[in-house]
Nanobody, 125 residues
Framework: QVQLVESGGGLVQAGGSLRLSCAAS????????MGWFRQAPGKEREFVAA?????????YYADSVKGRFTISRDNAKNTVYLQMNSLKPEDTAVYYC?????????????????WGQGTQVTVSS
C-alpha cells in the first residue's frame, strides 16, 4: 500500500515556475514507477510526465510540456518532483501524483495503482 501527498501548487503568472512535490509512504518507494497527471475543468485527466523506478533512468513527457517540465525522484526521501518552468495559462489544472508497481504504459492513467488527492496549479495571463 502506498499513500501519496502532493504539495507545491499555487497561483503563478505566465512565464513563472513552480515545483510540485509528491511524498510517498512505504519502504518500497524505489520499486514504483511514478507519474504526474493533470485535469483541467471539463476535461479528462491527461498524462504529464513519468519516471521509471529505482534509479529513475528513464523519463517520459507529454509533448505539451516537453522542454518546460522536468520530473525527478529522490528515493532516499520517498519523493518525486515536477519542476515546471515557463508556465502557460493552459497548464492550469489539478495536478495528481500516481504510483505504479508493475510494468505497463507510463502514459495511461488506468495503469497506475495509487493516486494522491491533487494540488491546484493556476497560471494567470
Amino acid at each position: 500500500q502506498v499513500q501519496l501527498v502532493e504539495s507545491g501548487g499555487g497561483l503563478v503568472q505566465a512565464g513563472g515556475s513552480l515545483r510540485l512535490s509528491c511524498a510517498a509512504s512505504g519502504r518500497t518507494f524505489s520499486m514504483y514507477a511514478m507519474g504526474w497527471f493533470r485535469q483541467a475543468p471539463g476535461k479528462e485527466r491527461e498524462f504529464v510526465a513519468a519516471i521509471s523506478w529505482s534509479g529513475g533512468v528513464s523519463t517520459y513527457y507529454a509533448d505539451s510540456v516537453k522542454g518546460r517540465f522536468t520530473i525527478s525522484r529522490d528515493n532516499a526521501k520517498n519523493t518525486v518532483y515536477l519542476q515546471m518552468n515557463s508556465l502557460k495559462p493552459e497548464d492550469t489544472a489539478v495536478y495528481y501524483c500516481a504510483a505504479r508497481r508493475y510494468s505497463g504504459s507510463y502514459y495511461l492513467a488506468q495503469e497506475y495503482d495509487y493516486w494522491g488527492q491533487g494540488t491546484q496549479v493556476t497560471v494567470s495571463s
